[in-house]
């Protein structure tokens, strides 16, 4: 059995862990200190956009320092392979776009994770997420050998739900008061594709 990897000690590791996926449109990388800017500025400007369907923002969230400690928890979770976090940017033009997350990987019996997403207000229903999922699946069944990915939303969220659909996720139920959004606990859809699912086209 290998020895695990040490810790790495510089957030210059997002660079170099950071797998490149591609498609069209999209290019999904880890994000890295040189995004701090484009990414605060995207999340103010879509403050209003993104609220109602995330966690309460921390009072400094869109700080330098706040988004330090966020890379260094990504980087403990990739170490742990816990998380893949990755920003989503238009290949065209190299602007920062949005987000998606592998978080909650599990191996052993399950080989299962979660999958998170968002995009800016200006960037939304146009493609770009959903074509990122896409990009995201191959990766999430072919490299990292998992056989199930999971996703969930609020029922009013009827563009994401959507979105899921539309990338080939089937809903499977209803978790009542799932996770705690905008201050309240919500009831959430749950939804799930396998590695064996047919892939629309």
């Not at 862990?17 to 290019?27: A, D, G, K, T």
């Not at 920003?87 to 978080?103: I, K, N, P, W």
């Not at 052993?108 to 074509?131: D, K, P």
Request: aromatic residues 10%; glycine residues 6%.
């Amino acid at each position: 059995m290998k020895p695990p990897l040490p810790f790495p000690r510089t957030l210059n590791a997002l660079v170099t862990l950071s797998p490149v996926i591609e498609s069209r449109r999209v290019l999904l990388r880890y994000p890295q200190m040189a995004d701090y800017e484009a990414w605060a500025e995207l999340r103010e400007a879509s403050r209003s956009f993104l609220v109602p369907w995330e966690p309460t923002w921390p009072l400094d969230d869109l700080t330098r320092i706040a988004f330090r400690r966020r890379l260094r928890r990504y980087l403990r979770e990739i170490h742990e392979d816990k998380t893949c976090p990755f920003f989503v940017f238009d290949r065209e033009t190299g602007d920062l776009v949005g987000g998606c997350t592998l978080s909650n990987i599990r191996r052993g019996v399950a080989q299962a994770c979660s999958l998170g997403y968002w995009a800016g207000a200006r960037h939304a229903r146009r493609g770009y997420i959903s074509e990122a999922v896409q990009a995201l699946i191959p990766y999430v069944f072919g490299t990292m050998g998992l056989h199930r990915l999971e996703a969930a939303c609020l029922p009013a969220n009827e563009a994401s739900q959507g979105l899921l659909r539309k990338c080939g996720f089937v809903q499977e139920g209803l978790a009542r008061r799932y996770l705690r959004i905008d201050g309240a606990w919500r009831d959430h859809l749950l939804f799930a594709i396998l590695d064996d699912d047919p892939r629309p086209r």
